[in-house]
């Protein structure tokens, strides 16, 4: 418990970033997400694959400069959406190339940086259209509060009543108990939200507790099934109690996304 509160701690300075929002939120994102996909490289290493992290960080650098002059011309981002249809097919070309012309020919090499890229930099990336979408960040608050929320309760309530094991190929230690702790928890804190900062929307705020810490729970699982292949614990240690920057924030992958889509095709349709 101790270490959940000191990396918890670690993580307030970022709150500023959230607060003032635009170019300040985007250099703090392109440097949590190539953090992240640093740590995905090694990862794969350790299984004798090998990531391309120049090629990745460059990719996700292009989708960078494009949000930068989102933000710079203030335009929505539907008057952007050729520039990331570009992005992507850069990305898969990118990968697609990377089997030709190295030495090995690994078939392994382009989809792995595909994988990094997309998983990690583009889905950490919609913290930045959310900020573009609501300016003040309110609903960024209800993707950290679902995914962070989610992992909190989740394991408060594990260690106090979890018996049924959720999914132990995966991971162990969590359990049915605590998988609808962290639910109910991720409902609660999006609700009082809503009362308190957005009480005309309290009830989409509450959907959005539900849905995101659902996907947050898929995420961590997900990324457990990648540290379960590569035969590794952590992605790193940076974060003490968490481990590196993917451990941290491998729920907030999925929450951003979930956010960001309920918001556009729900609440600001």
């Given at each position: ?13 970022l ?19 190539a ?6 490289a090694e ?14 960080l ?6 960078y ?11 929505p ?53 959310i ?18 929320g ?21 991971s162990?230690k ?6 609808l702790?962290g639910?109910?928890g991720?409902v ?5 939200f ?15 507790g ?11 699982l ?12 952590d ?14 924030f ?17 609440i600001?349709?």
């Amino acid at each position: 418990m101790k270490t959940r509160v000191v990396s918890a701690l670690l993580m307030v300075p970022l709150a500023a970033f959230v607060f003032f929002g635009g170019i300040p939120l985007l250099l703090m994102a392109f440097g949590i997400g190539a953090m992240a996909m640093s740590e995905f490289a090694e990862g794969f290493t350790k299984i004798g694959v090998k990531s391309y992290k120049l090629v990745g960080l460059l990719c996700l650098s292009l989708l960078y400069v494009i949000y930068g002059h989102m933000l710079w011309s203030g335009m929505p981002v539907s008057h952007y959406a050729a520039y990331l249809m570009f992005w992507f097919f850069i990305v898969i070309a990118s990968g697609l190339l990377l089997m030709l012309f190295t030495k090995d020919h690994n078939i392994a090499n382009g989809p792995i940086i595909m994988l990094s890229v997309f998983y990690i930099g583009f889905l950490s990336s919609h913290v930045v259209l959310i900020d573009h979408l609501d300016q003040d960040g309110t609903l960024i608050w209800l993707a950290l509060l679902t995914a962070f929320g989610t992992d909190t309760f989740a394991y408060l309530i594990g260690v106090r009543f979890g018996k049924r094991k959720l999914c132990p190929a995966l991971s162990p230690k969590k359990t049915m108990e605590g998988a609808l702790g962290g639910l109910a928890g991720s409902v609660l804190l999006c609700t009082s939200f809503g009362l308190l900062i957005m009480p005309d929307i309290v009830i989409h705020c509450a959907l959005i507790g539900l849905l995101g810490s659902l996907f947050a729970q898929m995420g961590d699982l997900v990324a457990s099934a990648f540290k379960r292949k590569m035969g590794i614990k952590d992605y790193g240690n940076l974060i003490p109690g968490h481990g590196g920057v993917l451990d941290r924030f491998d729920s907030i992958l999925f929450t951003l996304p979930v956010v960001y889509y309920y918001a556009t095709l729900i609440i600001f349709r």
